[in-house]
C-alpha cells in the first residue's frame, strides 16, 4: 500500500472510504483509493520511493509558490533528468515523467515568477526542452526576474555581448498577456560597456 503523504494545506471533502482532497490549484484528486500520492514540490521527489506504474500529483515546483505542480507517472528507464519534463525519484531505475499536459510553461521548469528571484537558468532549460520535443511553451502572466549574462558571438566580433536567453530550432514561445520580463536591478553594463540583449541567437533557426 502507498503511503499518503496529504498536502500541507489540502482540505477533506468527504469522510467515506472514498477520500478525496483538494490541492492548491483547485483539482481534486483520489488519493489512495486509485493510488495517487501528492508530493510537495520537486526537492521531494528525489527522496520518495515509488511504483513504476503508479501516477502522482505534484503540488508544487517549488515550496510555497504554488505554481508547476502537475501529474507524474513512475516508469522504468534510463532517460537523463531534466527537472522539467522527466525527475529522479527515490527508487533506483524508476523516475518520474509529467503526463496530462498540452504544453510546457516555463513554471514547469521551476521559474518562480515572483519579480525577485533570478528565472533566467529556468526559463532557458523550459526553452531548451521545449525546442528538444517540439513543445509549445508558455509564458504564464507573472513577472520574471532575469539576468542577462550568458556570452554571445555576435556579428561584430568587436562588440562584446552578453544575452539572457538562446533561441532554438523548433521553438514556439506563447506568452500570456501581462507576462512581463524584468531585467534585475542592478545590473548594467556601464563598468564594461557592452551589448545586452534578452533573446538572441546565432544559429539557423528553423
Given at each position: 500500500?502507498?503511503a499518503?503523504l496529504?498536502a500541507s494545506?489540502?482540505e477533506?471533502?468527504?469522510g467515506?472510504?472514498?477520500?478525496?482532497?483538494?490541492?492548491s490549484?483547485?483539482?481534486?484528486h483520489?488519493?489512495e483509493?486509485?493510488g495517487v500520492?501528492?508530493?510537495?514540490?520537486?526537492?521531494?521527489?528525489?527522496?520518495t520511493?515509488v511504483?513504476?506504474?503508479?501516477v502522482?500529483?505534484?503540488?508544487e515546483y517549488?515550496?510555497?509558490?504554488?505554481?508547476?505542480?502537475g501529474?507524474?507517472?513512475?516508469?522504468t528507464g534510463?532517460?537523463?533528468?531534466?527537472?522539467t519534463?522527466?525527475?529522479?525519484?527515490g527508487?533506483p531505475g524508476?523516475?518520474?515523467k509529467?503526463i496530462?499536459?498540452?504544453?510546457?510553461?516555463?513554471?514547469?521548469?521551476?521559474?518562480k515568477?515572483?519579480?525577485?528571484?533570478?528565472?533566467?537558468?529556468r526559463?532557458?532549460?523550459?526553452?531548451?526542452v521545449?525546442a528538444?520535443?517540439?513543445k509549445?511553451l508558455?509564458?504564464?502572466?507573472?513577472?520574471?526576474?532575469?539576468?542577462?549574462?550568458?556570452?554571445?558571438?555576435?556579428?561584430?566580433?568587436?562588440v562584446p555581448?552578453?544575452?539572457?536567453?538562446?533561441?532554438?530550432?523548433?521553438l514556439e514561445?506563447?506568452?500570456?498577456?501581462?507576462?512581463?520580463?524584468?531585467?534585475?536591478?542592478?545590473?548594467?553594463t556601464?563598468p564594461?560597456p557592452?551589448?545586452?540583449?534578452?533573446f538572441?541567437?546565432?544559429?539557423?533557426?528553423?
Amino acid at each position: 500500500t502507498l503511503a499518503t503523504l496529504k498536502a500541507s494545506n489540502a482540505e477533506t471533502l468527504t469522510g467515506t472510504d472514498d477520500t478525496k482532497y483538494i490541492t492548491s490549484e483547485n483539482l481534486q484528486h483520489k488519493l489512495e483509493s486509485d493510488g495517487v500520492l501528492i508530493i510537495e514540490n520537486v526537492a521531494a521527489l528525489a527522496s520518495t520511493p515509488v511504483v513504476a506504474g503508479a501516477v502522482y500529483y505534484l503540488k508544487e515546483y517549488h515550496s510555497g509558490t504554488g505554481k508547476g505542480g502537475g501529474d507524474l507517472l513512475a516508469y522504468t528507464g534510463v532517460d537523463t533528468p531534466d527537472d522539467t519534463l522527466i525527475f529522479a525519484s527515490g527508487t533506483p531505475g524508476v523516475l518520474f515523467k509529467r503526463i496530462n499536459y498540452k504544453s510546457l510553461s516555463v513554471l514547469m521548469a521551476g521559474a518562480k515568477g515572483d519579480g525577485v528571484t533570478n528565472d533566467t537558468d529556468r526559463i532557458q532549460a523550459a526553452i531548451d526542452v521545449a525546442a528538444s520535443t517540439k513543445k509549445r511553451l508558455t509564458i504564464p502572466a507573472y513577472e520574471y526576474s532575469i539576468v542577462p549574462a550568458a556570452a554571445f558571438a555576435d556579428e561584430d566580433a568587436g562588440v562584446p555581448c552578453i544575452t539572457a536567453f538562446n533561441l532554438r530550432s523548433n521553438l514556439e514561445i506563447v506568452a500570456e498577456e501581462g507576462a512581463k520580463f524584468k531585467v534585475a536591478n542592478g545590473v548594467s553594463t556601464d563598468p564594461s560597456p557592452k551589448s545586452m540583449g534578452i533573446f538572441s541567437t546565432n544559429e539557423v533557426l528553423s
